[in-house]
T-cell receptor, first 111, second 113 residues
Framework: QKEVEQNSGPLSVPEGAIASLNCTYSDRGSQSFFWYRQYSGKSPELIMSIYSNGDKEDGRFTAQLNKASQYVSLLIRDSQPSDSATYLCAVNKNSGYALNFGKGTSLLVTP | ETGVTQTPRHLVMGMTNKKSLKCEQHLGHNAMYWYKQSAKKPLELMFVYSLEERVENNSVPSRFSPECPNSSHLFLHLHTLQPEDSALYLC????????????FGSGTRLTVV
């Protein structure tokens, strides 16, 4: 079983819609969860972190965590073409140094 | 300079060459990392340094050799690489462990010919 799993996509949504990105993880000892955005040819950029069950909102982004189901998601409201990128889910377990990454979900927002 | 800077941005090297990648962080962080990103694969952790001490390395071939002379600088020395080593090499830093996430550099796109 892969440690962090994401649907590779591409996920295509029209401009102005809500994009929903999902991630599951295998280690129940995981404590910290992150979403990174990576534009083509660029490096990953941290956009959200979440540590407790529930929702965390930052502008148009909402991260949702359910530790019982080992599930973390990212909602992007009012999607813009500039949101088109690959979104990487990352998980830190046991407060160690390593982040385990999923393969990423490619998001395409069409005008 | 701010954040995490990596040089060079692009590198083409032959299989018999020796080259080095450089990373510098200006964030006052005390941990630095090398990750490899290949197409269709998750980011792979290669090496972790905390306060200049190596704390993790994940079964990386000896043709990759890290060096951390101080908490702001990290190098990855490359020699006798293989074509399958072609990838994006990312440096990152963190304040403490990975609990608060990383800041990544812009990466080095390496092509081995």
């Amino acid at each position: 079983q892969k440690e962090v799993e994401q649907n590779s996509g591409p996920l295509s949504v029209p401009e102005g819609a809500i994009a929903s990105l999902n991630c599951t993880y295998s280690d129940r000892g995981s404590q910290s969860f992150f979403w990174y955005r990576q534009y083509s040819g660029k490096s990953p950029e941290l956009i959200m972190s979440i540590y407790s069950n529930g929702d965390k909102e930052d502008g148009r982004f909402t991260a949702q965590l359910n530790k019982a189901s080992q599930y973390v998601s990212l909602l992007i409201r009012d999607s813009q073409p500039s949101d088109s990128a690959t979104y990487l889910c990352a998980v830190n377990k046991n407060s160690g140094y390593a982040l385990n990454f999923g393969k990423g979900t490619s998001l395409l927002v069409t005008p | 300079e701010t954040g995490v800077t990596q040089t060079p941005r692009h590198l083409v090297m032959g299989m018999t060459n020796k080259k080095s990648l450089k990373c510098e962080q200006h964030l006052g962080h005390n941990a630095m990392y090398w990750y490899k990103q290949s197409a269709k694969k998750p980011l792979e952790l290669m090496f972790v340094y905390s306060l200049e001490e190596r704390v993790e390395n994940n079964s990386v071939p000896s043709r990759f050799s890290p060096e951390c002379p101080n908490s702001s600088h990290l190098f990855l020395h490359l020699h006798t690489l293989q074509p399958e080593d072609s990838a994006l090499y990312l440096c990152a830093s963190s304040a403490g462990t990975g609990v608060y996430g990383y800041t990544f550099g812009s990466g080095t796109r390496l092509t081995v010919v």
